[in-house]
């Protein structure tokens, strides 16, 4: 028998008892985003605790939008640093850590997607000196975890593991939806940038994998169809995209790519009609605010694990022998989605226009 079984929680009525809280994930904004049911979870079952988040800057951005969240620490972990970008300095560490330290933190759950190890999150909140820490782990801990889950030997959906990961520890929701707030102001905001009386789409063409990126040309033409059959299309990216969404929006539509704040994108997208995306932040910004959404699915994850959840939606991608494939880089110039017409992308906007058509609030 393991000396650790399977699925033990260290005495849960400690993390009952618990006043504040540090929840870790560390990777990516649609990362944060599809953890934020477990978040409500926790504070649905015991309102009293204070919820911090551990994020990367990127993922940290979505925190003006979850209700559940206290406060939010930001720190570029270098073991979620896809592009290697980032030079070595521990200075970084040392001073998360002891930020980590004055938070005087009851308990850490760390939470991973499954190809993840949580041991070096643990590690840090070990030497922070928090004393419950939670992960789910393959690999014996030692004394970096105080108590180990272990996932049903199923598929499940990032969400279900999220909240499967704190249920062992005691802690519920009635509701698993994805649902993210929008301040009222930049909801004003965002629907005084739309025309009246037209459909309104969001098209998102940027990607952090660029394995996960329909081609521009083919954006652009979809863009152009649209805007010519009707639809007021805005484009969104970050401000390392305005080329990107300059040549996908052409003479039609409008580029805001640069020019909002995370909040404002969520406006956009809470009053829109539909988001077109490629698996990528926005498409789980969309879930969250319920906005329906045509996500052009690279087979580089699967999409049972990572699709779009509890929303309207349509996923469009070829099937490839090599899907599952995680690249960050495609080597065979992204078969799987170079392949999709933009008649196909046309005809699927419009369809699911019509099929889950939306009351604006």
Not at 120 to 148: C, E, K, N, Q
Not at 170 to 175: A, K, M, P, V, Y
Not at 221 to 227: E, P
Request: aromatic share 6%.
């Amino acid at each position: 028998m393991s000396p650790f079984p399977a699925g033990t929680a260290l005495a849960p009525e400690r993390w009952r008892q618990a006043r504040r809280l540090l929840l870790v994930r560390l990777d990516n904004l649609g990362d944060v985003i599809l953890m934020t049911p477990a978040f409500r979870a926790i504070k649905e079952t015991c309102p009293h605790i204070a919820l911090t988040l551990l994020a990367s800057p990127t993922g940290a951005a979505v925190a003006p939008l979850v209700p559940e969240l206290d406060d939010v620490i930001v720190y570029p972990a270098p073991w979620t640093d896809l592009t290697g970008d980032r030079p070595p300095d521990p200075s970084v560490e040392l001073a998360t850590l002891e930020r980590l330290r004055a938070g005087r933190f009851d308990g850490a759950i760390i939470f991973t997607s499954y190809h993840q190890s949580p041991l070096p999150a643990a590690l840090l909140a070990y030497l922070a000196g928090i004393p419950l820490r939670h992960a789910a782990s393959v690999d014996f801990p030692g004394r970096l975890l105080t108590s180990r889950h272990r996932h049903p030997d199923r598929r499940l959906h990032e969400v279900e593991r999220a909240l499967d990961l704190v249920g062992a520890l005691g802690f519920g929701t009635s509701d698993p939806a994805i649902r993210l707030r929008v301040p009222p102001a930049e909801r004003a905001w965002a629907e005084a940038r739309w025309p009246p009386g037209r459909p309104r789409i969001i098209v998102h063409p940027g990607c952090t994998a660029p394995a996960r990126a329909y081609p521009p040309a083919l954006y652009a033409q979809v863009v152009a169809r649209l805007t010519a059959q009707g639809a007021a299309v805005i484009v969104t990216g970050g401000p390392a995209e305005r080329a990107l969404a300059t040549q996908v929006a052409g003479p039609t539509a409008l580029s805001l790519a640069g020019q909002t704040t995370l909040p404002q994108l969520a406006g956009l997208i809470a009053t829109a009609d539909l988001v077109l995306t490629n698996n990528t932040g926005p498409m789980h910004l969309a879930a969250g605010l319920q906005t329906p959404v045509v996500a052009l699915f690279a087979q580089t994850n699967d999409p049972a694990q990572w699709g779009p959840w509890r929303v309207p939606h349509r996923l469009l991608y070829r099937p490839v022998d090599c899907a599952l494939c995680r690249f960050f880089r495609c080597p065979y110039d992204n078969a799987c989605l170079a392949a999709v017409s933009l008649e196909t992308v046309v005809a699927t906007v419009w369809d699911l226009l019509k099929t889950a058509r939306r009351e604006r609030p």
